[in-house]
């Protein structure tokens, strides 16, 4: 966690007026005080500050702390004697100031060091904003956390269904700004706190963010129950209370969980790989006849067609022979070998022309496209096929029913008004899709076959489980 840190030379000199009737007076000293951003709300909140004195005078000197609300006329709000330094110049340590009051959530509370002759912790201490003072500040933070688990593609009872093969991605998302007003402070993901049981050894855990990935991979040798929870906390110490949340507590299905996923020769080592492979363990997708996948080209709109209508349980023995009614483009013909798959995507919903009766097959699939083909999938229901877009109900709260995200950024190329607009803000909101940066999404960038890839399965192991 960050940490502000302010270091000021105290003004020896004040004016009368500034002090209190106490006998005390500060001494002249060099200082620097350290407080973290962020602090709990409620009775007892606990600040730790990093306090240093440099230059102090022979004889006994004392050391106050106060704290105080920003704004408003200059007061203490409290007061909390530190240490003593008896005979050095130079002297430094950790203190835990305890509220003895009960510090609002959203508060500022400023933290001041003052250097004295005497034990007093009465002697006001010169305004900050006329006079020089050693200074840190911490926003109180009394929040709870909030946010959801996501889990491996859905495919039944998620604490004890196997996974398709011995490599997946964990992943969760969790926010500390949780339907709260913008201006609100939050303090951020703190710890993911993850806990596993189990005789294998995961691969390192990611960064503690918004989103957590954690990739696992079992070894052959794996057995025994196999058990996953996460209990997160934000940079302030607050939880939910509902924790630990488990992924998995069951035993371990060693002939499909210890066993290789598909692989391909291009994709080892490339950062969608993960997707890529439990995919094709799958049948979801497939790669091409020289044996690689080819994570870095772009697909056709009629290949994301197919792609997404094999994830819905069609093969092409099921896939209509002609245009059904509101599906009959101009430049899709029977012959085509992609006919099948637009035509059904196009009957569920999910893939939509282009107007004036044209599908535009062979133009490339964007960004924007492909995130507003999961939002048309999350507000179909449940397909009659019963394939993995059966998670459509699920993805459903994610994408219409509620009205805020985990996560918020402030797109500079997403127009207002643009059909991909909603579902872009929503599908990053939710961890699906990531930005090409902080600021830009780029949704009319042509997707990769690994974007879509990581897209898909993000998106079919979407559950809707609260922290």
């Keep these: 966690m960050s940490k502000k840190i302010f270091t000021l030379l105290l003004v020896a000199v004040f004016a009368l007026a500034q002090f209190s ?52 006329t200059y007061a203490i709000g409290e007061c909390q004697n530190v240490a003593v330094i008896v005979g050095t110049s130079n002297g430094s340590g950790t203190f835990d100031f305890v509220f003895t009051g009960a510090p609002a959530d959203g508060e500022y509370w400023e933290f001041l060091i003052a250097f004295d002759d005497a034990a007093s912790c009465t002697t006001l201490p010169a305004d900050p904003a006329v006079a020089d003072n050693f200074m840190a500040f911490s926003y109180v933070d009394g929040n709870k956390l909030d946010g959801y688990g996501f889990f491996p593609p859905f495919d039944g009872v998620v604490v004890t269904t196997p996974v398709a093969c011995n490599t997946f991605e ?3 998302i969790a926010s500390d700004n949780y339907n709260i007003p913008v201006t609100e402070p939050y303090s951020g993901i703190g710890s993911w706190n993850p806990q596993v049981t189990g005789t294998f050894a995961p691969a390192p855990i990611g960064p503690d963010d918004e989103v957590f990935s954690w990739v696992f991979t079992l070894p052959s040798t794996a057995s025994g ?20 949340f488990y992924f998995r507590n069951s035993a371990l299905t060693p002939a499909i969980e210890t066993a290789d996923c598909a692989t391909f020769s291009d994709i080892s080592g490339h950062e969608y790989e993960v997707y890529v492979r439990y995919l094709a363990t799958l049948e979801l997708i497939s790669g091409f006849a020289d044996g690689t996948f080819g994570p870095d080209t772009t697909l056709t709109r009629a290949e994301a067609s197919t792609l997404i209508e094999i994830s819905n ?30 035509w059904q995507a196009c009957a569920d ?6 107007g004036g009766g044209l599908f535009d097959p062979n133009n490339l699939l964007t960004r924007g496209q492909i995130v507003t083909i999961l939002n048309n999938i999350a507000e179909s229901g449940t397909p009659p096929s019963g394939g993995f877009l059966a998670i459509g109900p699920m993805l459903y709260p994610v994408f219409n029913g509620i009205p805020f995200q985990m996560r918020e950024s402030a797109w500079t190329d997403v127009s207002i008004g643009a059909f991909y607009a909603e579902p872009v803000v929503e599908a990053y909101g939710w961890g699906i899709a990531e930005g090409t940066s902080d600021t830009t999404f780029s949704p009319d960038q042509p997707v990769t076959r690994g974007e879509f890839a990581k897209m898909l399965y993000r998106a079919l192991s979407l559950i809707f489980f609260s922290f």
């Design 349 to 354: 919903g999910y893939m939509n022309g282009i």
């Design 170 to 172: 964990y992943w969760a």
């Design 225 to 244: 129950v196999w058990q996953f929870s996460i209990d997160p906390e934000d940079a302030a110490g607050n939880v939910n209370g509902g924790g630990p």
């Design 313 to 342: 349980g069609y093969d092409e023995t099921t896939l209509p022979t002609s245009a059904p009614a509101g599906c009959d483009f101009t430049d899709v013909a029977a012959t085509d070998w992609f006919a099948g798959w637009v």
């Design 21 to 72: 009737v106490a006998s005390a007076v500060q001494v002249a000293a060099d200082g620097t005080l350290v407080g973290p951003d962020f602090m709990p709300a409620g009775a007892g909140a606990t600040v730790t500050l990093d306090w240093t004195a440099t230059g102090l005078p022979a004889g006994t000197t004392y050391v106050d702390i106060y704290a105080r609300v920003q704004g408003g």
